[in-house]
């Protein structure tokens, strides 16, 4: 297969409904249209691009039962090599379903993620198959920053040379990508808000102690945000790069969801919800001070449905009187 990307350019949508609602100009960057249904294409199909064609790989092996399995499921597909992916015996049925619908196959191993991955990795040792990993890679990072490489043509389209704000979750590897990208066009001075589910705060804490540090658990909806330690170099860029950190309760990003969903149609994950709920939470609003045009990356994710939401939702603990 030749060098094509595998992602596909998204559209930059002008979101006129959170524009009434929040007085600032709201341009979305709808990565939950990309054919693996989030932004991890981006990345992860610009490393297996390069596993298949510079290291001959035939095989592509990963963990994820997630996002970023879905999108090495897709890259695989694209480049005419298999895609093995392990999961763990708790990824639900549909997550193993679609793999499969995407042409993986799939293997159940361990109880855990770490016990699929440690497999995984075994197995990719075998001549022709390459390991995947899923974030903390150069190359994801590479692939990421192409967002900001369409934003900035649309964004001339518009008129505009740049942001006055970036609104993205955390994570850590989209984060990276972006900032990557926003530093090659030379928006330096432009404030990136990262936002984080309380319960899955790993740069705050990471900012807190001055050095990556891991949580002593993971506590949110926003499962694909929920790393125990974010990456060090996600953590490196807070040095280097007017970073704003927001936290947020999964009510106020599944509410964003429900909101999301109204306005523009579409479904995203908690995880994508949580960065879209910054741009209304009034706690959120000192982040994004007196920004004028705010663009926020709705980066989708696969693990959600109509009916999820509503049982989350159901779920939340009632607010307490008083
Ligand atoms: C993976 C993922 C994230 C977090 O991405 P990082 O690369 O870890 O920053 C956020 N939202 C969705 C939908 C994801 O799939």
Redesign the pocket.
């Known amino acids: 297969m030749s060098g094509g990307a595998l992602h596909l350019e998204t559209p930059l949508l002008e979101a006129l409904p959170l524009a009434a609602r929040t007085g600032r100009r709201v341009l979305l960057k709808l990565e939950s249209l990309q054919p693996s249904g989030?932004?991890?294409l981006r990345?992860l199909g610009r490393l297996c691009s390069h596993l298949v064609a510079n290291e001959g790989a035939r095989r592509l092996v990963a963990s994820s039962g997630?996002?970023?399995g879905l999108a090495v499921a897709w890259a695989a597909r694209r480049l005419g090599v298999a895609a093995h992916i392990v999961v763990p015996g708790s990824t639900p049925q549909v997550a193993r379903e679609r793999l499969r619908i995407f042409g993986a196959s799939v293997e159940v191993h361990g109880a855990i993620w770490n016990e699929a991955d440690a497999l995984a990795r075994g197995l990719a040792t075998e001549p022709g198959s390459a390991y995947v990993p899923p974030?903390d890679h150069p190359l994801i990072w590479a692939g990421?920053a192409t967002l900001v490489d369409e934003l900035v043509v649309q964004l001339a389209a518009l008129g505009l040379a740049r942001p006055d704000a970036v609104v993205l979750?955390?994570?850590?590897?989209?984060?990276?990508?972006v900032l990557e990208g926003m530093h090659r066009h030379g928006w330096r001075e432009v404030p990136l808000v990262a936002v984080e589910t309380t319960g899955a705060a790993s740069l705050q804490a990471a900012v807190t102690a001055g050095r990556p540090v891991a949580l002593a658990r993971i506590e949110t909806l926003?499962t694909?945000?929920g790393?125990l330690q974010v990456a060090e170099e996600?953590f490196r860029w807070t040095l280097r790069h007017p970073v704003r950190l927001v936290q947020l309760e999964d009510r106020a990003a599944l509410a964003a969801c429900r909101r999301f969903a109204d306005d523009h149609q579409l479904l995203?994950?908690p995880?994508?919800g949580v960065a879209l709920a910054a741009l209304e939470e009034p706690s959120a609003a000192v982040a994004l001070g007196d920004a004028r045009v705010v663009v926020a990356v709705a980066?989708?994710?696969s693990g959600v449905s109509l009916e999820l939401l509503e049982r989350w939702q159901r779920a939340q603990a009632p607010v307490q009187a008083g």
């Not at 979750?169 to 990508?177: A, E, F, I, R």
């Open positions: 989030s932004f991890k990345g997630g996002n970023a974030f990421h979750s955390v994570g850590g590897g989209l984060m990276c990508g926003a694909t945000l790393a996600a995203v994950e995880a994508c980066c989708g994710g």
